[in-house]
């Protein structure tokens, strides 16, 4: 329980009046929300726009539980330090639920690792980690987004049928890329036997040289590319090797650049052909797609990117939770989390009891260009279940308590 | 890698290095002249970018359209470095050494979230060069044209800042201001003017640095940051105020970046050395070998005496045990009155201040600036967190050991360290904390890599965060009075009389460089403890405990209170830590509204906050009656 | 000369092709005061700085009491009992003045090593004692950095005498005071070294000084020695006379 002294009791005790509606509603129930703004704005102003709309729905339908949510949101500043802080502050202070949020991996393992410590559900939202559910996977934590490997995964069976022979990887230097690499390779290799990986190029995130890199890449001349860079790093490689003849008759697959986050800045000069993971948000007919399309056009005037289907997905995630727990009681939320079930923007998601892995997919395509802009062509959805390990081999990786 | 990969991986490597030169030479003559470490060189070199982006869109795609806007983007950012010259900097030029950083670094926050409001978080991706959107073929192999006009653009502005240095009169001043800085007030120079018209200048450079590579970069908003630190190398590498130096270190740079990428992985006697992950920390690598062969850099000439324009030091006051002591009652009752995250805000915060009073202790007293000191901090976190998960050791003498790895990583860094002095010292620790940093960063299998150590939390009996507020004030208030005795003791005067006077401390039979060795091995092992009480309150350790932006909080901290007092830097990390936590709860903008509220501190108070405050109380004691 | 000090022989440097110091050889005895005189750029702080180790001579031979001193840090050439006072006052600007001379107790005491006891409880009546005698006692508690150019030389000279030196070098011990002032020190340092068997080596621009305090006289041109002797007998030589009445120059 919390220490209290009078004089904090009474100020809390205003704070909490002034929150209370003037029907003398019950007080919502809070959520804590915290993510990386201003050091990853790009993917989460839309990712920040997507979670608010789904509260103004989730509250204009009444709640859950008869009471409104309120999300208590807090920057982390991109540091594991500083978010471990702002997360005790809001189960401390604000006396909220539970934890969602985190888009960097170190973040999101540092909050998932304080979830279990503190014995507390923790919904990750964006972070692509593998480990965040495998190697370093804990009772606590549930993670949203398709995972490094479950996307590289999806890539694998139109890597494979091309049978080319030569692969060139270039990365962004860190977990993300390493993972991506390596998950690639092992993949790739157990469908192809004999494939080679002629060279593989590091590169420090947000630093790339690129006309160096492309130039070496060129010098092991590949039949094909897999690369996981985005960002800055994404645009700079791909204008360097469009320059340099670098993609002339090389196939290329990117993770994550058919996502509108990375592919709009490229406009004109993105990668015709390029197979991606990604979002056609302008393509997608799926009821539940084009209810949430319209409902984030209506409120914002903008389209939505892949992070706003996050950010709305894990609003929706942490309702169906409380509903289907029927309380905040932690233990009840966690086992209602296990094989939780409900409608995304994307489809039907469970979370794997086995991993705490949801089953959200992605959409795997190539890279058109239209209009003077990029955009999916001859996409498919994957299911996120069907982009996942077997369950032994899951096991195998997430430690048992 | 055949003739033409390397010919080729050679002209990227140049093309690489010429808005590298262009923005260090800025910087160079920045510094050279005000002696201010300009951190907010990169983000004029970032508002370059988008300053062209944007012109671009409005003066048309056309050759004369880009270029023109290339142009005026760069005075459009030179007039930016005049504003913030003539606003901000002008005011403190007499502050404590470094006390402008710390403006420049608030400038740092402002613009970039001017940056973002302006022009969004989305990357913009430039046109390119209109004319020069093709490849030239060289032996087989493409290379933008675009590049090659950029290798021809370092040397013309070289030349032509050689012009401007040896031909013109305000050269000569500048020069003159680089060599001894009273000289020039001695002359009978408008300082004033000569410092404006050379923030203009290298204002200017930075701009078009930035504005030349919008074909080659989107305009981001982790540009400023990203760019600043390589700035700081070149010029370091180079030998400050060596435009020259400046070139020929972007070059070595740029050319060794490419020849990393081109290598790329080579077996060497069965192992496997992955060449291009070595981009990640090859600047770094090269400015510390650079300053242990070449104590001022490759062309840089040792600095004639330091005449600072600013006063000696002011006479340290003795900590008041008495005082101490009732702040240590009233911490140690804050549990039973204030809420539990009070507590938790306070523990980080103990750290912090133990943090800074080590970084203090070494900058202040012992006059030996660190722009590394995070090394330490991070390497007592990694430390404690590795002997507790890998060694499996208890949480208890995890802690214990902890401050003796950070210590014995000083002793080696030290060593090198105390044998330069000035900036150049500052940037040699920094390379050590770079180079600590990717090893961390790179070392998965035995650090975690980027992701950290995770599972590092305290013994059961410590595990309820009262306890540990109380393990965290025992730690940092002990440690933070260690180091404040001594600073009173014949060890501590010793470095006080070195940062005083080198000369005469040789002249009484001191070997100063020993004490200055110890004082960092001390430092080194205090700052680690405080990392390691800060690991284990965490539960998880992540590099960004030993980046360059811990190394900046930390110096922040130290100046925001005020280098010259002894509380100053608890002070310092009292409040920066909770203007954070609080500013960033409160708003949207909370990078701006904090370089506000230190550019309205600097202001205020040149001498840092509790410098301001003991002079006010000061003139308030001696009013007249 | 057996008795010397200090004994100098054949000291040789050279800057790039500058011969700044060529063939030097001079000797100091105890008690007595040598005043090393010479035009601007004659080659006198480069021939101090080799005597105190700040550089290192080409070749040549320096003798301490006998010793070869030559290749020796400052700090060691101090411990063998050689004080020194600068052209630029170096004091501790940020020290009292006692504590400035206090530093120099300690130092030759050994006892600068300790990291917890507190620094000005020993040696402080020695300190009072070397500061009466510049007659610095009054302002024993003042900063350094807010004192007077006179009083700094003074706290230097304090200083150089802690460590009982045999010998003290004063480089331009009087420039930048009144010339009141200059004879007062120079009288001062005088007294002492007599007292005290201190052999003294002293340049200085200030001829009054020169000839009224020192014992003997040697003068330096181009980096060579030109003449020496008794003031009365350098007073009259010719080529000092031409080397300071600008006859040849």
């Known amino acids: 329980m919390l220490t209290r002294n009078r004089f904090l009791a009474g100020t809390a005790a205003l704070v909490a009046l002034s929150m209370i509606g003037p029907a003398g509603a019950q007080a919502p129930i809070k959520i804590g929300e915290l993510n990386s703004y201003k050091v990853f704005p790009a993917f989460l102003e839309p990712y920040k726009k997507g979670w608010e709309l789904a509260v103004e729905e989730v509250n204009a339908a009444g709640g859950v539980l008869g009471r409104k949510i309120e999300i208590v949101s807090r920057d982390d500043n991109g540091n594991p330090g500083d978010a471990v802080r702002v997360a005790e502050e809001l189960l401390s202070r604000e006396g909220v639920a539970f934890l969602i949020g985190t888009f960097p991996s170190n973040v999101g393992l540092a909050v998932a690792d304080f979830a279990k410590q503190r014995k507390v559900l923790f919904i990750a939202a964006e972070p692509l980690s593998d480990k965040i559910v495998w190697d370093s996977g804990n009772a606590y934590t549930f993670r949203l987004r398709t995972s490094t490997y479950m996307q590289t995964a999806m890539l694998i069976s139109d890597a494979a049928k091309l049978n080319k022979k030569r692969w060139a990887i270039v990365y962004p230097n860190y977990e993300y890329g390493q993972s991506a690499t390596a998950a690639f390779k092992k993949l790739l290799s157990a469908r192809q036997p004999g494939v080679e990986f002629v060279t593989e190029q590091a590169t420090p995130l947000g630093k790339i040289d690129a006309g160096a890199v492309a130039q070496a890449l060129a010098d092991a001349k590949p039949d094909a590319i897999f690369s996981s860079l985005f960002g800055a790093d994404l645009a700079k490689f791909v204008r360097e090797g469009q320059q340099r003849g670098l993609f002339k008759g090389v196939e290329v697959f990117n993770l994550l650049a058919g996502e509108p986050e990375y592919l709009d800045p490229l406009k004109e000069e993105a990668p015709e052909g390029w197979y991606v993971t990604g979002y056609p948000w302008s393509e997608i007919k799926t009821p539940e797609h084009t209810k949430f399309l319209n409902a984030y056009q209506a409120k914002y005037k903008d389209y939505p990117r892949l992070g706003s289907v996050v950010g709305y997905a894990t609003i929706m995630s942490a309702v169906e939770a409380i509903r289907k727990a029927g309380s905040l009681d932690q233990d009840k939320l966690i086992a209602a989390m296990r094989g939780l079930t409900h409608m995304t923007p994307f489809g039907m998601i469970e979370y794997r009891a086995i991993d705490h892995q949801s089953t959200m997919g992605a959409y795997v395509g190539r890279i058109g260009v239209k209009d003077g802009k990029g955009y999916m062509k001859d996409w498919r959805f994957v299911d996120g279940k069907d982009a996942l390990p077997s369950d032994a081999e899951v096991l195998k990786m997430r430690p048992k308590n | 890698m055949t003739f033409a990969s390397i010919l080729i991986q050679l002209l990227n490597g140049l093309a690489a290095a010429a808005s590298l030169f262009l923005v260090s030479a800025g910087l160079s003559l920045i510094f050279g002249v005000t002696r201010i470490v300009n951190f907010a060189h990169g983000s004029l070199y970032m508002l370059g970018l988008y300053g062209a982006y944007t012109l671009i869109q409005a003066l048309g795609r056309t050759p004369l359209g880009f270029w023109s806007a290339v142009l005026l983007a760069a005075l459009l950012v030179g007039l930016a470095g005049v504003l913030i010259e003539v606003l901000i900097l002008r005011r403190i030029y007499r502050a404590p050494e470094l006390f402008q950083l710390l403006a420049t670094f608030a400038v740092v926050l402002v613009i970039k979230d001017i940056a973002l409001f302006v022009w969004g978080a989305e990357d913009l991706v430039g046109p390119r060069a209109p004319g020069l959107g093709m490849a030239v073929e060289i032996l087989g192999k493409r290379i933008p044209a675009y590049d090659l006009l950029l290798i021809a653009i370092g040397p013309v502005v070289l030349a032509a800042l050689w012009l401007l240095l040896t031909r013109t009169r305000w050269g000569a001043l500048v020069r003159a201001a680089t060599q001894d800085r009273e000289m020039v007030g001695a002359l009978g120079v408008d300082q004033a003017k000569l410092f404006t018209s050379v923030f203009f200048v290298g204002s200017v450079l930075a701009g078009l640095g930035g504005a030349l590579q919008i074909p080659r970069e989107p305009a981001n908003l982790e540009l400023d940051l990203s760019v600043i630190a390589d700035a700081f190398v070149v010029t370091v590498v180079g030998g400050l105020g060596s435009i020259g130096g400046a070139f020929l270190a972007a070059i070595i740079i740029g050319v060794a970046k490419a020849f990393c990428i081109g290598i790329g992985t080579v077996t060497w006697f069965g192992t496997e050395i992955v060449f291009s992950k070595l981009t990640l920390v090859v600047e770094f690598l090269i400015m510390a070998l650079v300053l242990v062969v070449r104590p001022y850099g490759l062309l840089g000439r040792p600095q004639a005496a330091q005449r600072i324009a600013t006063d000696p030091a002011p006479p340290l006051t003795a900590p008041s045990w008495k005082i101490a002591a009732i702040w240590l009652v009233l911490l140690v009752a804050v549990p039973l009155a204030a809420d539990r995250y009070v507590t938790i805000l306070l523990t980080d915060i103990f750290c912090f201040a133990l943090f800074a009073v080590s970084l203090h202790f070494i900058m202040g007293p012992a006059g030996m600036v660190s722009f590394g000191h995070a090394a330490y901090f991070g390497l007592g976190a990694y430390a404690a967190g590795l002997l507790f998960k ?236 | 000369m057996s008795g010397a000090v200090l004994q100098v022989e054949g000291l040789h440097k050279a800057f790039g092709g500058v011969q700044a110091v060529a063939d030097v050889s001079f000797a100091v005895s105890a008690g007595e005061m040598l005043a090393l005189v010479g035009p601007n750029g004659a080659g006198k702080s480069t021939c101090f700085n080799m005597l105190n180790g700040q550089l290192a001579p080409d070749h040549g031979i320096v003798r301490l009491d006998g010793r070869d001193i030559v290749g020796l840090r400052p700090s060691a050439i101090w411990r063998l009992g050689v004080g020194r006072t600068f052209q630029i006052t170096a004091t501790f600007a940020s020290l009292s003045v006692r504590e400035n001379v206090q530093m120099a107790l300690y130092s030759h005491a050994g006892r600068l090593r300790s990291l917890l006891s507190r620094f000005g409880t020993a040696y402080r009546a020695e300190a009072d004692g070397l500061l009466q005698q510049v007659g610095m006692l009054d302002q024993a508690d003042r900063t350094c950095g807010v004192l007077a150019y006179g009083d700094l030389k003074r706290v230097e000279l304090a200083m150089a005498l802690a460590n009982q030196p045999r010998l003290l070098l004063m480089d331009e011990p009087t420039a930048g005071m009144a010339p009141r002032e200059r004879v007062a020190l120079m009288e001062l340092a005088a007294g002492l070294a007599r007292k005290r068997a201190i052999a003294v080596l002293f340049t200085e621009h200030d001829m009054d000084v020169v000839f009224s305090q020192a014992d003997r006289i040697i003068v330096l041109d181009r980096g060579q020695l030109i003449a020496g002797g008794t003031p009365e007998e350098v007073r009259a030589n010719p080529a000092v006379r031409a080397v300071y009445l600008g006859g040849t120059h």
């Open chain 2, 390 to 625: 890998r060694a499996g050791l208890p949480m208890e003498a995890a802690l214990v050991l902890a401050p003796l790895c950070a210590g014995a990583f000083a002793v080696v860094y030290g060593w090198f360290c105390v044998r330069l002095s000035g900036v150049y010292l500052a940037m040699l620790t920094l390379a050590f904390a770079q180079i600590s940093w990717s090893i961390v960063f790179q070392w998965d299998s035995f650090t975690g890599g980027s992701n950290g150590v995770f599972g590092v939390w305290p013994s059961a009996w410590l595990a309820d965060k009262t306890t540990y507020y109380y393990l965290a004030l025992a730690c940092c208030g002990a440690g933070i009075a260690l180091l404040w005795r001594v600073l009173f003791s014949p060890f501590g005067f010793v470095l006080r009389a070195g940062r005083d006077s080198p000369l005469r401390a040789e002249a009484i039979g001191i070997d100063l460089r020993g004490f200055q060795w110890a004082a960092f091995v001390l430092v080194g092992a205090l700052a680690g403890l405080a990392g390691a009480v800060y690991a284990f309150s965490k539960g998880s350790i992540s590099p960004s405990a030993i980046s360059i932006a811990q190394s900046t909080d930390g110096l922040i901290m130290v100046l925001l209170g005020g280098v010259e007092t002894l509380t100053g830097p608890i002070a310092g990390a009292a409040i920066f830590t909770w203007l954070r936590d609080e500013v960033a709860r409160r708003t949207e903008f909370w990078r701006a509204v904090m370089g506000l509220v230190i550019l309205a501190i600097v202001l205020l108070f040149p001498q840092g906050l509790v410098g301001g405050l003991k002079a006010l109380a000061a003139r308030w004691r001696e009013r007249p009656a």
